[in-house]
């Protein structure tokens, strides 16, 4: 095994909470709509800026997306807590040896934001997001780039997420697929198509590794 990708959201980041926060804040503003957080998931799949494009009634469309961002870097050292663990398993992989890649379905503004608050920056090899794709997760067209760019086998590499997209899109790419629900905030309470490995804890997943 040459190469671990990750999802972002609910996998590497508990960015789920500031994720709701911001978009409840744009629903209300422009659409003066109360949405909950199973109404949010519900709209995941696109980026961010796809979301807001393709469900808020009101037209003003650049401005609700630029009050998104507003809120997701107000909120975000908040609501975004440093995971200890997440830490101790990027830089053990990288000293492993690793690739390490990013496939999110988040718009490459958020995803940095998130990089920075999180001193995330220089850890990831290769970062596909939603703005580098024409069709999203579930679609492996991210996964598959980012095999690509890695240089490396399908059969040489694994997904990990928290989400059916997640397991899907790895599926599709003919990779191996980690489903996990180790942060607080995730996707996909029980998954539609059985992960290959399921972990619910972190360090489950590195006595795992010498498995993979």
């Known amino acids: 095994m040459k190469a671990i990708i990750f999802d972002f959201d609910g996998t590497i980041a508990d960015t789920l909470p500031v994720c709701f926060y911001a978009f409840q804040a744009v629903f209300k503003e422009f659409d003066n709509m109360e949405v909950n957080s199973d109404e949010i998931k519900a709209m995941f799949g696109p980026s961010e800026t796809g979301i807001i494009r ?52 988040k718009a490459e503004r958020s995803l940095v934001i998130s990089l920075e608050c999180l001193n995330m920056n220089e850890l990831f090899d290769v970062i596909i997001t939603g703005d580098d794709v024409y069709i999203p997760k579930p679609h492996p067209e991210g996964v598959n780039k980012a095999l690509e760019l890695l240089n490396v086998k399908n059969t040489e ?56």
């Open 157 to 212: 590499a694994v997904f990990l997420g928290d989400s059916d997209a997640d397991i899907l899109a790895g599926k599709q790419a003919n990779v191996h697929t980690i489903g996990v629900h180790w942060l607080p905030n995730y996707q996909t309470l029980e998954f539609s198509v059985q992960p290959d490995q399921m972990f619910g804890s972190v360090n489950e997943f590195i006595q795992s590794l010498t498995n993979l």
């Open 54 to 105: 393709e469900n808020l009634v009101d037209k003003n469309h650049d401005k609700a997306i630029e009050l998104y961002y507003e809120k997701y870097i107000e909120k975000h050292r908040e609501l975004v807590i440093d995971n200890e663990e997440i830490n101790h398993l990027l830089y053990r992989l990288k000293r492993e040896g690793y690739k390490l890649g990013i496939v999110t379905g």
